[in-house]
């Protein structure tokens, strides 16, 4: 049996390093070896070469004979739109192929995400002298309601564990795909930005993100969409915590769910 961490993918290295570093720390709780493997395009990543997707992963594994795969969904929401597609992936590779086993653990829960940004606010509060500001978690924000109510549920959490260490918090997304029908993944991060009690003084962005890339890198879209709301409110200053992925609770949740399965024995 091969397994595997499995995350959406990106062109941007950075990902993919926050991937593997990810990906070894859980093989060393778990005791197996764990790949790093992304769904799509990491494979077009540069520099330091191509990365590890999802079907030629298999496809090699299948030509040296093995028939088992254990899946660890590295994601913020696993039974939202990425990890429905991955789960349809998968199956349509193993028609393709003949027939092959495979598992998806559990992912990170959202009590587990709730603790990670808890902790993350309180490192940012401590390391930049931060005395109760408000906080706005954000995620990527797409069609999927299970994806937002995870947001939600995890800001809920977070505030629940911060008490009175910060000002309110509020769930935003990135972005939101088209359609009115899609108001679940409102507000948006730069209206969030604009809002009574958010748009002026210290404000804190906790990224609902597990590694680096295009979105959530030192200059990727979270930062931009930040320093645009800056400019327009001279008297506002974001903050960023660190990412949820390479904290030691979010390694150890998955490690625990991988030795979980199996112990579970997850394959037939």
Not at 84 to 104: I, P, Q
């Amino acid at each position: 049996m091969r397994t595997a961490l499995v995350d959406n993918g990106s062109l941007e290295p950075a990902a993919h390093a926050g991937l593997r570093s990810a990906a070894a720390r859980i093989s060393e709780r778990a005791g197996i070896p764990v790949d790093a493997v992304s769904w799509r395009h990491s494979d077009r990543a540069a520099p330091g070469g191509p990365a590890r997707t999802l079907a030629p992963w298999i496809r090699s594994w299948l030509s040296q004979g093995e028939r088992d795969f254990l899946i660890v969904p590295f994601l913020i929401s696993p039974g939202g739109a990425v990890g429905s597609a991955l789960r349809a992936d998968l199956e349509a590779l193993a028609a393709e192929a003949g027939g092959f086993g495979f598992a998806v653990t559990q992912g990170l829960s959202e009590d587990a995400l709730a603790d990670v940004v808890a902790d993350r606010v309180r490192e940012a509060l401590a390391a930049r002298g931060l005395r109760r500001p408000p906080v706005i978690v954000v995620d990527h924000g797409g069609p999927s309601r299970a994806s937002a109510a995870v947001r939600d549920a995890v800001a809920k959490g977070a505030r629940e564990r911060l008490g009175g260490c910060v000002g309110p918090v509020a769930a935003a997304s990135m972005e939101a795909p088209e359609g009115a029908s899609r108001g679940f993944s409102r507000p948006l991060l730069r209206d969030a930005l604009a809002s009574p009690g958010f748009a002026s003084g210290d404000v804190l962005i906790a990224p609902l993100f597990l590694s680096p890339g295009r979105h959530a890198g030192p200059d990727g879209d979270l930062a931009r969409i930040a320093r645009r709301a800056q400019e327009r409110s001279a008297g506002l200053r974001c903050h960023f915590t660190d990412l949820a992925g390479s904290h030691p609770a979010a390694i150890g949740a998955l490690a625990g769910a991988l030795a979980e399965a199996l112990g579970a024995g997850a394959l037939p």
